[in-house]
Structure formats: structure tokens, C-alpha cells
């Protein structure tokens, strides 16, 4: 198929813009003391809405834009030889305006009710969704989650490259097993640092939170959700390369 460089830009905005909904609208519509939700059921929730959610926009925009959705894909795919390098950074730019829009749509709806918001902003709510340190419920060090990111954003990537191969003979069912990956990492991840795997995820609600809540540790924080999961997809795109078959 097909595409000009507008079209391969604008379904990257609204693939990452449906993820960011997706994600964040069950994690802060979900706040244990505001909905009443209890923790473990909350991991499950944020879990399956990102995995479902990442599996429908693949679905819906692969053909168009390769549907990576998340700056370190973009890069692990650039890596590969997948992908053009001119176009690293329009992909990236698009990733974070949906996902910072999206996440201010969560937000307005979060504003509908006194309570929820209050959560979402005093409460910390928003600037929850990727911490390390004094943010981590189990109080998780940033050595710790740095590790986590390297390794989860290494093995996504590295479902991703290996499931889009041309010569997959189960290419076609990619996008489930790539969503299905990413709901077993938020399974395993959210206690301990939001389960981040994407810049942009994280990026989003730390650079909104700077206007609605009284702390900016997430703002301050966010650099090791980008240097992380970009040196996770270095790895991965390094092995995919030297696990691609050669030639007789």
C-alpha cells in the first residue's frame, strides 16, 4: 500500500492517541480510592485495556504506518533497516501529540467528577503513570526500574520485529501476540513503576501533570522512561539483525 508521508504521520497520531485513551483512561478512571477498585484488579484492568487497545490499533493502522506507536519502536525498527531515518523524528512528534492529547481527553473526563479529580491532580494520580522512587508503591529505586525498562522494552521490541518478518508464516496474527506481550509486561510492571515501555506513555501525563499537581517529581523523572526503553530497542534490533538468515 501505498501512502504519503501526511497520512504515515497522522495514523501514527491516532494509533498512539488510541493507545494513550486506552491506558490511561483505565488507569485514572480506576483510582482505588476513588472508584472503589481494589489494587489487584486495577494491574488487571490496565493491563487488558493497553493489551486490547494495542492490539485494535494495529489492526486498524499497520498497513498505513507500520503502527509503532511508541518512540522506542520506532527506533528499534529504524535500527533493523526497517524504517527511514528521515522519518525518526516526524513519527515521534506525532506519537507524543496523541498521546499528550489523549491524555488530556482522560483528564477532562476525570474533571466531570470533584472526587476523581481531585485524585488525578492533589491526589497524584496523573503523574503516577510512570515513577521510580518516591512515586513507586513499593518504593522501587530508579536503578530498578531503569533495569525493568531496558529488559520489557527489549523483549517488545523484540516480538515485534521477529512477528512482522516477511517470511513469518503467522505474520498475519502479529498484532495479538504483540498485544498479548504488552499485557503480560503491564501484569508484571505496574507495581513497580507504571509498566512504561513507551516514551511517550510516560511523557504525556509527567508534562501534563506539571499544570494540575502540586509536585513535578514526574517531569523530573521521565528522562529514564526515554533513555530505558531506546536502549532496550538498541538491543533488540541488534539481535534481530544477527538472528536474520543469510543467504546461500
Partial sequence: MSTTPAQRYFAEFLGTFGLLLSVTGAA???????S?????TRVILISFAIG????????AFSDLSGAHFNPAVTV????????????VIPYILAQLLGAVLAVAVIAGVAYGNSTLWHGVTSGGGLAAQGYSGNGSPYFF???????LEVVFTFFLVTVILFATRSDNSSKNLAPLGIGLTLLMINLVAIPVDG???NPARSFAPAVLSVFWSPDHWAIQQDWIFWVAPIVGAVIAALVERILQ???P
Avoid at 485514572?28 to 476513588?34: A, Q, T, V
Avoid at 472503589?36 to 489487584?40: E, R
Avoid at 528499534?76 to 522519518?87: I, K, P
Wanted: net charge positive; proline share 7%; charged share 15%.
Fill in 36 to 40: 472503589g477498585f481494589d489494587p489487584l
Fill in 141 to 147: 529505586g530508579w536503578g530498578a526500574v531503569f533495569l
Fill in 195 to 197: 509498566a512504561s515501555v
Fill in 76 to 87: 528499534g525498527c529504524w535500527l533493523a533497516g526497517r524504517f527511514r531515518a528521515r522519518e
Fill in 28 to 34: 485514572l478512571l480506576s483510582l482505588p480510592s476513588e
Fill in 245 to 247: 538468515p543469510r543467504s
Fill in 52 to 59: 486490547t487497545g494495542l492490539t485494535a490499533m494495529i489492526y
